[in-house]
């Protein structure tokens, strides 16, 4: 057994536990990062990064098909899988290492646990023992896993993960996929896209992106339905088996039944909590770790958590955003200086969180759907416009189909959320971001003229839908 001391103890190597390091070492303090599996955690090598290279063959697919005079050509299928493994460093996380090796940092290889106040005990896989001790703080970043229904024979028909659908090797020609949110409908798009003829998606509520204002998962239940992805509303599957040839038959609560090559199952994700020993700490190991604004734990003067193990917001990016604001608080209460910062529930951690989905049509957001904004009290107008009938968007291709919301204050003049979905909207929703975040009033957002012939025109045309 080893003893470290150090400045600061960082558990999970993922986005936002590597962005709390660089933010430490960069003021001054020292810094271990504590990972078990891979450095660059699920987000650079199992989600958002291969499940990008997937896609984006087929949005390049569907720009090509909207644009008379261009034709498509069959997709490659190993080139396309050949490129996704670059993205993910053909799963070798060296780079990544050095990565935390040049900030500088100490990467230590294991499982880590809370042991202590400011310790981490980090066993490897070769079973030696390191006990590291923080100076200052440790940060808990181990991101989240997925969540498989109680469903008669789910687990034991060894159904795919998220990261089985983003790394596979062979594309199965029958698809079952379980869930309605962002990875079912990627992985289903993709995945059919690559080669699974007959994909059934079952959704156990009556729309897709459940999250998202309705329409964008209209749209993009329309676009499925036109490439021949089967879409099941309102069911559930009550029983799953596969048989000794390797076929999986889902029994659905309708009373039909699914045969399908392989299941992939993205009904969610939970906080990874387990066997992290925050019983140490007087944490529930069922539940999200509890932070302040801040990041820290209430009633606690050295643990952080950042990320999906927080459960405010399970977006990589925002991770990174905790990550960063985690990492500064941390260095200017090691040097006795003032923390002070505005709430971040009120700002990008709270209803500013933007996301897009990388389906074809795409779907991006920024703040609350007009439901949401209902709900909170707010004095609600939303306002709406087709995408289409903007001259950009012509341009970008026949039949060019998307739509287009906002969401404001009426009280105050200002937007609370916007989304957009159609082809390419995922560069339009960081404006928008920008607005929601900063409280752009109406009327100075209104300035800010948007380039002809773009898509960005949208902005002018919400505007005069509002009466400016």
Not at 7 to 13: F, N, S
Not at 86 to 111: F, M, N, V, Y
Not at 324 to 333: L, S
Not at 376 to 391: C, I, M, P, Q, T
Request: a negative charge; charged letters at 25%; proline letters at 5%.
């Amino acid at each position: 057994m080893a003893d470290v001391e150090i400045d600061v103890v960082v558990v999970g190597a993922g986005p936002a536990g590597e962005n709390v390091a660089d933010r430490v070492v960069r003021a001054g303090l020292t810094c271990a990062v504590v990972e078990e599996h891979l450095a660059g955690g699920e987000c650079s090598y199992y989600a958002c990064i291969p499940s990008k290279a997937l896609l984006r063959p087929m949005d390049l697919m569907g720009e090509v098909g909207r644009v008379p005079g261009l034709e498509l050509g069959p997709v490659n299928v190993s080139k396309v899988l050949a490129r996704r493994d670059e993205a993910i460093s053909h799963l070798d996380d060296s780079g990544q290492a050095e990565w935390i090796a040049k900030l500088p940092a100490t990467l230590l290889r294991g499982r880590g646990r809370l042991t202590g106040e400011r310790e981490v005990t980090v066993t490897g896989a070769d079973g030696a023992v390191t006990v590291v001790r923080a100076r200052h703080a440790v940060v808990l970043a181990t991101g989240s896993v997925p969540v498989v229904p109680p469903v008669e024979g789910l687990a034991e028909a060894k159904p795919w993960s998220s990261r089985d659908a983003t790394t596979v090797r062979e594309v199965p020609r029958r698809l079952a996929v379980i869930g309605g949110g962002v990875v079912a409908c990627e992985m289903t798009q993709a995945l059919h896209a690559l080669g699974a003829e007959e994909t059934t998606l079952i959704v156990r509520g009556g729309r897709l992106l459940e999250r998202v204002e309705p329409f964008a998962g209209e749209l993009l239940a329309e676009a499925f339905g036109k490439s021949g992805i089967d879409v099941r509303f309102n069911t559930e599957a009550r029983r799953v088996e596969r048989s000794a040839d390797g076929t999986v038959t889902l029994h659905l609560s309708d009373g039909s039944t699914v045969e399908a090559d392989e299941l992939l199952v993205a009904t969610g994700r939970r906080p990874a909590t387990g066997d992290l020993g925050l019983d140490v700490a007087g944490l529930d190991v069922k539940k999200p770790v509890e932070v302040d604004d801040s990041m820290r734990v209430p009633g606690s003067e050295w643990l952080y958590a950042v990320g999906d193990l927080n459960g405010r917001n399970l977006l990589t990016h925002m991770g990174k955003y905790q990550a960063r604001v985690c990492g500064d608080v941390i260095a200017a209460r090691a040097k006795g200086e003032s923390d002070d910062r505005p709430s971040l529930h009120d700002t990008a951690d709270g209803y500013g969180a933007p996301q897009v989905v990388f389906t074809d049509p795409q779907v991006s957001a920024v703040g609350l759907t007009e439901a949401a904004a209902r709900d909170k009290g707010f004095d609600v107008r939303a306002v709406e416009y087709d995408l289409g009938n903007v001259g950009g968007a012509y341009l970008l291709g026949d039949g060019y189909k998307g739509r287009a919301k906002a969401v404001v204050d009426e009280r105050r003049k200002v937007l609370l959320g916007v989304t957009f979905a159609g082809p390419g909207v995922a560069e339009l929703v960081h404006a928008a971001t920008i607005a929601v975040t900063a409280e752009v009033p109406l009327e100075k957002l209104w300035h800010a003229v948007p380039s002809f012939p773009t898509v960005s025109e949208i902005w002018l045309r919400l505007l005069e839908e509002y009466g400016l």
